[in-house]
């Protein structure tokens, strides 16, 4: 069974700019959750979404943004880009809503010059 | 609120010492469990859960924890390591009214020596 995939995997973009990033979760999973990976703050919550549902939201800004498409798949926005927002954008997805247990796509690095 | 700590931020060993890497969690209500390993350029992959039952969880790669409530603890232990072991090590609690949501502590590098 294939993993979880994210794309794109790298990605460069400019202050002020907005970004959508993609994430296809394992076959028959559906829950996705988003989290920021950067050196100063680690790993947090962004979102997670079942059944087209936001469930959970963490103590991100209004610029960031996210959905749910009938066969699960989950793309996250990020508008209005600032340096701050360089970091490892990871997927996860679970069988059900609050599974628990997710497993984790490799990552979009997303660099704001 | 979940607050998860990993009292070592680095640990250097040799190959084929044992190794501990330890986790602390501070919570009131019933929590899951996990620890995630994460190789350069790569996501986090699951090592191994709690989530009821025997407190000694057995994972992937000959890694094991120890679920210890009174201590709010869940250390990760290898009897014996590998070179190839070298990576970042992350703790992560949830709990029932928020399953979807991981807390993670700020991560282990463990630093496996020839």
């Known amino acids: 069974k294939a993993g979880v995939t994210q794309t794109p995997r790298y990605l460069i973009k400019t202050r002020g700019q907005q970004v959508t990033l993609s994430c296809s979760p394992i076959s028959g999973h559906r829950s996705v959750s988003w989290y920021q990976q950067t050196p100063g703050q680690g790993l947090q919550f962004l979102f997670e979404y079942f059944s087209e549902t936001q469930r959970n939201k963490g103590n991100f800004p209004g610029r960031f943004s996210g959905r749910q498409f009938s066969n699960s798949r989950s793309e996250m926005n990020v508008s209005t880009l600032e340096l701050g927002d360089s970091a490892l954008y990871l997927c996860?997805?679970?069988?059900?809503?609050?599974?628990?247990?997710?497993?984790f796509g490799p990552g979009t690095r997303l660099t704001v010059t | 609120a979940q607050s998860v700590t990993q009292l070592d931020s680095q640990v250097p060993v040799f190959e084929e010492a044992p190794v501990e890497l330890r986790c602390n969690y501070s919570s009131s209500v019933s929590v899951y469990l996990f620890w995630y390993v994460q190789y350069p350029n790569q996501g986090l992959q699951l090592l191994l859960k709690?989530?009821?039952?025997?407190?000694l969880v057995k994972g992937i790669n000959g890694f094991e924890a120890e679920f210890n409530k009174s201590q709010t603890s869940f250390h990760l232990r290898k009897p014996s390591v590998h070179i190839s072991d070298t990576a970042e090590y992350f703790c992560?609690?949830?709990?029932?009214?928020?399953?979807?949501?991981?807390?993670f502590g700020r991560g282990t590098q463990l630093t496996v020596w020839p």
């Open positions: 996860a997805s679970s069988l059900e809503a609050g599974g628990g247990e997710q497993y």
């Open positions: 992560a609690v949830t709990r029932g009214s928020t399953l979807g949501r991981l807390y």
């Open positions: 709690y989530l009821s039952g025997s407190t």
